[in-house]
């Protein structure tokens, strides 16, 4: 069985069989009805020749009768030209007159045979095809017979027969081409629903878990499956409504609590156990936060069409974490050019990336020291340190969730890197590590540049 | 001054008044929407503080009806819901700003300060960073309370850099606080009043730093002793 692609394809191809099987029978009833003219043509012409032969039939007053053939049609009959003879028979068969030399019959005669009967003959290697006629002449009963030999047909008919495939018979190919071309614009039509409904079932995505295919323009017959799929899409987005709800319940359960938690130990009276206790529920605040980033990134895309200033995020990052790098000690300066660069994607989940690269590289930058925000025209977006850097076989752990070089490490989740690589994948961006050549670490941003005019 | 916290959290509100007690601002507390609402028909604040889960609705609905009825007062909004657009909503519907949980009481305060101190808002009096102060009101700053004086535009970016504390300004800011429109500025010319002020402050011995942050802009802090 052949397998074809589209409908378009499959109608195409069938009724091109059509065509071809219909346009051989076409011209074989054609051609079989131009025969069955001609027949009746030719017919009509001998039983006429007889009729007109029959007609100079004269009784002679002995009881015997006389043909008298005027010159015009004895011409016709005459031996060299060949192509018409006539003859006329007796009840007993006995031949009275034949144009034929041997003054033999045309057809031989059986009594009782009907008033007009049509037959046909082989005399001498011709095919003879002709009429024969009763009479009634002076009280005898005589059949008149006249053929046609049939090699030497009229030449127009001839023509027309032979030449009907060239002149006439072509016609039904362009006809049924033209049905054929017709046909597809047709289906090409119909099937015009379907292909608005494959374009609208393109925009759906876990951020877009709204859209619902349109079934009042769809065809009845596909109309169950688009139904199906709508249904399906129904279960899909109660699946993400049941994941964001999750997130968004989990945050409030989490945070919450740690609110109160963090109020209270701020308003301790001894500041001494106040600051120590901060510290753990700043961390545990990170743990929490970073969950919940992972949590929501789990049902989060982006819509293709969005950009981002890339140089913005990173100056945006790059002032809202300089005071926290500051008090630790470390300074930051954002390098590269200072002109908007576009990139494809989410300005948001942008910061988010950037900032974790950036408390990552304060983390381990040593005090004194700048951790450096490059952005490229490119839209290649670098954070750079002068921490220890990143052997080459931890290149792809640190990328793993709950990832740590040092478990006890007060602070660390080991999330920061695993919630930047998947906003990269969302961004369908990349992401490079490298060790910098007088120490510490380089991790490159490589964002999709977005059109200018868009 | 007096506050408003709308939390259906009994402990984190009770907390709240307390630390915001203790930071100088009488509060009134309240647990949910309709309250919220009636309290807002009848009394001034001089700024909420509104969670947005509350039990009988959206904090946000409330917020909408304020800003509605074109009511200023500052609203910080409280809040668990972290994601994206959640925050970008808040904004919209006229917060003034934003805390996500678990947020820290001294953040609180500061980002209240903020809102209090915009024109036309209740707070006047004073900022200070260590042994600096600067009056808004005659915009004076001292050191130690010795009065200085400075030229108008480097008083200008002490002001500026004083009511951003623990945040970063950036140059294009200074650069409109300063020169406002009018035409072009010299590459560097924020650089050199920035300079300027740095000198001045610390040879009058201010304990604060003026802290460059390349490509980004400036910050004002308290000076660091070092590091032990």
Known sequence: MIRF??????????HVIAVAITSILMSLALSWLLNRATINIHNDAMEEQAASVAHHLVARPDGSLALELPPDLQGLYSQPYGRYSYAVVDERGKTLFSSLKDNAPIFSVEP???AVQFLETHHSGAVISGASVRRAVGGKTVWVQAAEDMANRDVLIDDIVD????NVGWITLPILLVLLVTDIAIFRRALRPLRQASEI?????????????????????????????????????QGFRVQREFTADAAHELRTPLSILRTRVETLDDQRIAKALHLDIESMSRVVGQLLDIAELEAFTIDPTERADAQGVCAEVAESIAPLALEQGREIALLGVSTPVWVKGNAEMMKRAIRNLAENAIKHAPPETVVEFVVEESGTVKVLDRGPGIAPEERELIFQRFWRRDRNQQGSTGLGLSIVQRIVELHGASIAVENR??????????????DKTA | MRLLVVEDNAQLSQLLAKGLGIAGYETDLLATAA???????????????????LPDGDGLAILRELRHRKDPTPVLVLTARGGLQDRV?????????????????????????????????????SLHIANLEFDLRNRQAS???????????????????????????SKKQVEDHIFGLAGDVASNAIEVYVHRLRKQLSDKGAKVQIHTIRGVGYLIAEEKRDPV
């Open chain 2, 89 to 125: 909503n808040g904004l919209r519907s006229g917060a003034d700003d934003y805390l996500v949980k678990p947020f820290a009481l001294e953040e609180l305060v500061a980002r209240l300060e903020a809102q209090l101190r915009r024109p036309g808002q209740q707070l006047g009096s």
């Open chain 1, 112 to 114: 009782g045979a009907a």
């Open chain 1, 437 to 450: 050549v007088l120490g510490g670490a380089q991790f490159s941003l490589h964002f999709v540049a977005a």
């Open chain 2, 143 to 169: 050191i130690d309370d010795q009065p200085q004086v400075l030229s108008s535009r480097e008083t200008a970016v002490l002001e500026l850099l004083m009511r951003s504390k623990g945040r970063v300004v």
């Open chain 1, 163 to 166: 030449d009907f495939y060239k």
């Open chain 2, 35 to 53: 309250e919220a609402r009636g309290a807002l028909l009848t009394t001034s604040y001089a700024a909420v503080i509104l969670d947005l889960g």
């Open chain 1, 5 to 14: 692609k589209s409908i378009i394809s499959r109608i195409v191809i069938l």
């Open chain 1, 201 to 237: 079932a393109q925009q759906i995505s876990p951020a877009r878990t709204d859209v619902r295919l349109p079934v009042s323009e769809i065809p009845s017959e596909v109309r169950p499956l688009v139904s199906a799929i709508n249904q399906a899409l129904d279960r899909l987005d």
